[in-house]
């Protein structure tokens, strides 16, 4: 996700356990190609998702997907890293929606951070250089041996921290990071909307605490497509669109596109590499109670999602909840 900017710029656009060290891997699907075994949406048949990651939910809506948080819809588990200190996850509060969305025919991604954890998710405690209260700040560098650095916002959310995905500190914490894509399986998941993985330190602020190039951010998004597909897990990708060439490798690479404030920022048209292989781009705008009562800013949004031609675009509020306006009905 990514920081709101000026709405003035959008006014004036408006209106004019897998892993075993071997690679287990499905083929690629191209366009002419049979399907692959995992679920893919095709243009056209999502225009009517949602995305909810907070309360109040509302899950009886006629919609063909849903994006929910992982933990919200885990019922009460352990998670074994085989090291005898098993991880108890508490059921949340979407426990058992998965096979209720299923018998209906909906679909579920679940969302959940990969290049970065709250300090309050449940295995949090498992990677190296964890603490609830001595985490480093601006611009004190994490300490030696930690994977956990600067806060993905220096406003708030200072519990959501990044995480060092660079490919020589990866066999350090991805043992556990892994766990969270067979727990996924585990309930039922038909994709993963991993987030957070665009931290590379050339992009703007906020930055990670750590020295990671965009070759390392290249490198690891092609992992998350990879550990996705290997559990028969549809890829999605999310954001990334400021790092060179990620973006049109990606789109070979992922099932779709999740994109957060193109609208706003005026970068839909970034998404072009998935939209010309026909995959899917899941736009996400937002608009605060600020200008709730300012309909050329949703307008304004729309309009510019879709001159990228993104059909399913929609405009949520900033908490993600079932509050929803759907660009193209």
């Known amino acids: ?27 690629e699907a191209g366009m002419d190609a049979a399907p692959p075994p995992w679920w893919r949406p095709t243009l056209g ?27 919200a819809v885990t019922t009460a588990t352990t998670i074994d890293y085989g090291d005898g200190m098993p991880i108890t996850v508490p059921a949340g509060p979407l426990a058992g929606k998965i096979a209720e969305l299923h018998a209906r025919g909906v679909k579920v991604v679940c969302h959940f951070d990969t290049g970065a954890i709250h300090l309050t998710d449940p295995d949090a405690k498992k990677f190296p250089g964890y603490s609830a209260t001595m985490v480093p700040n601006r611009p004190d560098a994490p300490i030696a041996g930690s994977v956990i650095g600067w806060s993905v ?9 990044y995480l060092d995905i660079r490919e020589a500190s990866r066999p350090l914490w991805t043992k556990y990071m892994w766990k969270r894509f067979d727990l996924a399986k585990q309930i039922g998941c038909d994709g993963i909307d991993g987030d957070r993985n665009n931290s590379n330190s050339s992009a703007s602020p906020p930055y990670s605490g750590f020295d990671i190039g965009a070759l390392e951010v290249l490198s690891w998004y092609h ?19 400021n790092v060179p060439s990620l973006v049109d490798t990606g789109a070979t690479e992922f099932d779709f596109m999740f994109i957060d404030r193109c609208g706003e920022y005026g970068d839909c048209d970034m998404t072009r590499p998935f939209i010309q292989l026909q995959r899917v781009v899941f736009a996400i705008d937002y608009v605060t109670n600020e ?25 949520k509020d900033d908490a993600i909840s079932s509050v929803r306006t759907q660009c193209t009905p």
Request: aromatic fraction near 6%; proline fraction near 4%; glycine fraction near 10%.
């Open 1 to 27: 996700m990514r920081p709101a900017v000026a709405w003035i710029a959008v006014l004036g656009l408006g209106l004019g356990g897998c892993d075993d060290g071997k690679h287990h891997l499905h083929p």
């Open 45 to 71: 048949m999502a225009k009517d998702w949602d995305i909810q990651l907070a309360a109040p939910y509302e899950l009886t809506m006629r919609s063909t997907m849903y994006d929910l948080d992982l933990w």
């Open 153 to 161: 916002s220096e406003t708030n959310n200072l519990e959501e921290r």
């Open 223 to 241: 992992e998350l497509a990879m550990q996705s597909h290997m559990r028969e897990l549809a890829a999605g990708m999310r954001n990334g669109q």
């Open 291 to 315: 200008f709730s009562g300012m309909p050329n800013v949703q307008a304004g949004i729309c309009q510019t999602q879709q001159r990228a031609q993104v059909s399913e675009g929609l405009i």
